[in-house]
T-cell receptor, first 109, second 114 residues
């Protein structure tokens, strides 16, 4: 049983397209994180959120606590956005940290 | 501010050996968490250290252990290595406890067990 489910697993988009990645979780959380991992392994934290919506440049993250669902949106996608996007949650009991399996995004010029 | 650093970056070990990995957090960060990433299992939480105490532990055998020093630097040790321990080991630091703070990841140590 996976505490965090992501969809889609793979995504190919044309440059300029609007992209949505979804994340559902089954545990109570203190925070949800969106991470970006480029080839080679380095991970960058994009957002940490516990309610509402956050925006950073062309990236927008939303969370619905009641539905246990979060989305990551990329507007005007660019080839440099090609990476694996990972959803992770900090559980509010036991302080465990659970990861989704990631969404591999390829943006074609 | 310097980012999170991990040493070594690459390591090759033989089954049965032990290994120690090091993580230096961002200055001022007191929480260090360790993660294992494999193609089959993805990212998995190993443990978190805060103020030199292990606060949380994932579902890994006792062969995996760690510690944190007074300067917040952390080490992770794996004893009696198995082929399945081959993975990218990532550490992340945070100002506050793992659940409440943004995590800053190091570049990882890629361990190969032969």
């Amino acid at each position: 049983k996976n505490e965090v489910e992501q969809s889609p697993q793979n995504l190919t988009a044309q440059e300029g397209e609007f992209i949505t990645i979804n994340c559902s979780y089954s545990v109570g959380i203190s925070a949800l994180h969106w991470l970006q991992q480029h080839p080679g392994g380095g991970i960058v934290s994009l957002f940490m959120l516990s309610s509402g919506k956050k925006k950073h440049g062309r990236l927008i993250a939303t969370i619905n606590i009641q539905e246990k669902h979060s989305s990551l949106h990329i507007t005007a996608s660019h080839p440099r956005d090609s990476a694996v996007y990972i959803c992770a949650v900090s559980a509010n009991t036991g302080n465990q940290f659970y990861f989704g399996t990631g969404t591999s995004l390829t943006v074609i010029p | 501010k310097a980012g999170v650093t991990q040493t070594p970056r690459y390591l090759i070990k033989t089954r049965g050996q032990q290994v120690t990995l090091s993580c230096s957090p961002i200055s001022g960060h007191r929480s260090v968490s360790w993660y294992q990433q494999t193609p089959g299992q993805g990212l998995q939480f190993l443990f978190e250290y805060f103020s030199e105490t292990q606060r949380n532990k994932g579902n890994f055998p006792g062969r995996f252990s760690g510690r944190q020093f007074s300067n917040s630097r952390s080490e992770m040790n794996v004893s009696t290595l198995e082929l399945g321990d081959s993975a990218l080991y990532l550490c992340a630091s945070s100002l506050i406890r793992q659940g409440g703070g943004e995590q800053y990841f190091g570049p990882g140590t890629r361990l190969t067990v032969t």
